[in-house]
């Protein structure tokens, strides 16, 4: 069973169940969550709150992707689910400019976003007291965020063609669109299409 249609299918009995039950379920569950919680923080040091994020994400990672329409039906395989993430074209771009750059590029990128934000927290953890390794922990999810939902396939490419693997490089012509008033550009003096004959 993929995400998606566990997504489904827990949302799918979160919807059968009635209306006004639906919130003391939810609710129920984090507050026992939480007491389970801080019986651990007593007895042996847990970490107070760990459990009750844990849970939050959990259920926000089952919610979100229905509420925003990310979860539908697979065309191709009926009674199936699939993830399809739209609206994220810099996200694509992104992923695509990281595909675009050599091994060495890429690693490069991830110890410059890593040791930065390693950097930073050491800084902000000596001279404020800042949580150690919170930054670093961060830029971790951020990674996470941009590059796993374009690997696992869920973004949809954007709507306009594109050249190369820049972000930036959305063509302008589309769709049989007329055709860009510049032909050619000459010793950097830019000539127009109805100059171009003469």
Do not use: C, K
């Amino acid at each position: 069973m993929t995400y998606a249609e566990r997504v489904q299918h827990w949302n799918r009995l979160y919807d059968q169940a009635p209306e006004d039950l639906r919130f003391n379920v939810v609710a129920g569950a984090v507050v026992l969550i939480g007491a389970i919680n801080m019986w651990l923080t007593v007895s042996i040091g847990f970490p107070f709150g760990l459990l009750v994020i844990l849970a939050i994400a959990a259920l926000t990672a089952i919610r979100l992707p229905r509420a925003l329409g990310w979860v539908q039906a697979d065309p191709e395989q009926p009674g199936r689910a699939r993830m399809r993430i739209e609206g994220a074209d810099s996200l694509y771009r992104w992923n695509l400019w990281y595909d675009g750059l050599t091994e060495a590029q890429q690693n490069a990128v991830l110890l410059v976003v890593l040791l930065g934000a390693g950097v930073i927290n050491m800084l902000l953890t000596i001279g404020n007291g800042f949580p150690f390794g919170l930054l670093f922990l961060l830029a971790i999810l951020a990674l996470v965020a941009v590059r796993g939902p374009y690997a696992a396939g869920w973004l949809v490419p954007p709507a306009e063609p594109m050249l190369g693997n820049s972000p930036r490089s959305a063509l302008l012509e589309q769709d049989g669109s007329a055709p860009p008033a510049v032909t050619h550009q000459a010793e950097g003096v830019l000539v127009r299409r109805d100059q171009a004959s003469s």
